[in-house]
């Protein structure tokens, strides 16, 4: 499945981040039980616990233009961060549970 989807997990939706949007959502029958299918805009996913500015900064980036374990230098408020993918955010949701070991079966 993973290769299909070039690298995506399917995810439970808590692990989405709160700026993620839903491009198209469906329901479908899995084992009796209804399962909420959702598919998003690729977005970055931030560590827990981020500043809400700089959450917001990163809501606004590409992850494309983003190369892996790259440094960000911003300047929000007047103040400095340097944001390193893979500890501070990740390119995808996918990355980010991977790394944090959030799921078993991951």
């Not at 790259?70 to 893979?86: F, R, S």
């Amino acid at each position: 499945v993973e290769a299909r989807l070039r690298g995506m997990l399917p995810l439970p939706a808590r692990f989405a981040p709160a700026w993620a949007v839903v491009l198209g959502k469906a329901e479908a029958e899995v084992g009796g039980a209804t399962v909420e299918v959702s598919i998003c805009r690729p977005c970055l996913a931030a560590r827990e616990g981020v500043a809400p500015a700089v959450a917001s900064y990163l809501s606004t980036l590409v992850p494309t233009e983003i190369e892996e374990g790259a440094t960000l230098a911003v300047v929000i408020d007047g103040k400095e961060h340097a944001l390193q993918e893979g500890t501070d955010f990740w390119c995808t949701s996918s990355r980010k549970v991977r790394a944090l070991k959030a799921l078993p079966y991951v």
